[in-house]
């Protein structure tokens, strides 16, 4: 059994940054195609950004269009953490981030065929 574990988060000013972490343990880590969602109150979860596994080497990124340009996601396998950094925040960032972990090869940007989810971790960006 895989288990997340998000942190990072917090309270920022808009045109700040964070950076989220997320832990990963209990399974093969970088065999595992890695993202973010997002969700903010009474709205669905959306994409955010994914990573895929190319063994010991990273992976090809992918971002949601509202992201794109702002946020970098990364991974350490090594570590068996991936990373969400966040740059030039709006307010409209604000809501929960969840890490997820898909045992596919394949990369999607849809919750639903990701296996194993962390609790959360809230962002809050204020103008």
């Known amino acids: 059994q895989v288990q997340l574990v998000e942190s990072g988060g917090g309270l920022v000013q808009a045109g700040g940054s964070l950076r989220l972490s997320c832990a990963a343990s209990?399974?093969?880590?970088?065999?595992?195609?890695m993202g973010w969602f997002r969700q903010a109150p009474g709205k669905e979860r959306e994409f955010v950004a994914a990573i895929s596994w190319t063994g010991w080497s990273g992976g090809s990124t992918y971002y949601g269009n509202s992201v794109k340009g702002r946020f970098t996601i990364s991974r350490d396998n090594a570590q068996n953490t991936v990373y969400l950094q966040m740059n030039s925040l709006k307010p409209e960032d604000t809501a929960v981030y969840y890490c997820a972990a898909d045992r596919s090869t394949v990369v999607v940007t849809t919750a639903g065929p990701y296996d194993y989810w962390g609790q959360g971790t809230q962002v809050t960006v204020s103008s």
């Open positions: 209990g399974g093969t880590f970088s065999r595992y195609v």
